[in-house]
């Protein structure tokens, strides 16, 4: 089991924000790492979607955003799409590992 | 255009050696580290350990070490993951990812910025 926590599913309605945490110790978020976001569509391989903790890449839409504090990072999806249903997964560093770790993983799904 | 293009598909009895590759493309191979990662049959991303090709420089997830060996060859922009005895337990599909480099402006760790398609490893009687 991952020491960064996300909820197993989170859904919503097209048009509708939903949020997705990411929970950690003071060993890796509340240490001050940076969190990144991925987002893995089914079958395919992840994709950066948020990095230093609120930064989109070119390309990644503006309905996309992150933000941290203290030992937890969250996702924000605002004006859900069909096209967002996916698999989305926070990265930080954690210091009892020596390394880097992947959260849980969140099963987004759009009703 | 950044591009890690990993090797094929690979069926494998318990027991046996493997080693998988991913090439990269488009940029400085010996500048950047490159992660591997685990994704078992519907289960969540697992961080395997890291690589800089450069001097080979390797680092692994305590969950791994001495499970797997991480190596890279330079002259030819690949880095490996290799097994020397396969369980039914390494089914899994591994994806390669580079680590962006010491241009990332914030805190550690930096992100994986490019990532290959991944090589689905199914190991079985």
């Known amino acids: 089991q991952s020491v960064l926590t996300q909820p197993p599913s989170v859904s919503g309605a097209p048009g509708q924000r939903v949020t997705i945490s990411c929970t950690g110790s003071?060993?890796?978020?509340?240490?001050?790492?940076?969190v990144h976001w991925y987002q893995q569509l089914l079958g395919t391989a992840p994709k950066l979607l948020i990095y230093g903790n609120s930064n989109r890449p070119s390309g990644v839409p503006d309905r996309f955003s992150g933000s941290k504090s203290g030992t937890s990072a969250s996702l924000a999806i605002t004006g859900l799409q069909a096209e967002d249903e996916a698999d989305y997964y926070c990265?930080?560093?954690?210091?009892?590992?020596?390394?880097?770790?992947f959260g849980t993983g969140t099963k987004v799904t759009v009703l | 255009e950044v591009q890690l293009v990993q090797s094929g598909a690979e069926v494998k009895k318990p027991g046996e050696s493997l080693k998988i590759s991913c090439k990269g493309s488009?940029?400085?191979?010996?500048?950047?580290?490159i992660a591997w990662v685990r994704q078992m049959p519907g289960k969540g991303l697992e961080w395997m350990g890291i690589?800089?090709?450069?001097?080979?420089?390797?680092r692994y997830s305590p969950s791994f070490q001495g499970q797997v060996t991480i190596s890279a060859d330079k002259s030819i922009s690949t880095a490996y993951l290799q097994w020397s005895t396969l369980k039914a337990s390494d089914t899994a599909v591994y994806y390669c990812a580079r680590q962006r480099g010491v241009d990332y402006p914030g805190n550690f760790p930096p992100p994986l910025d490019y990532w290959g398609q991944g090589t689905l490893v199914t190991v079985s009687s």
């Open positions: 690589i800089y090709p450069g001097d080979s420089d390797t």
């Open positions: 488009g940029y400085s191979f010996t500048s950047y580290w």
């Open positions: 003071s060993s890796n978020i509340g240490a001050g790492y940076d």
């Open positions: 990265q930080s560093n954690d210091s009892s590992l020596s390394g880097s770790v």
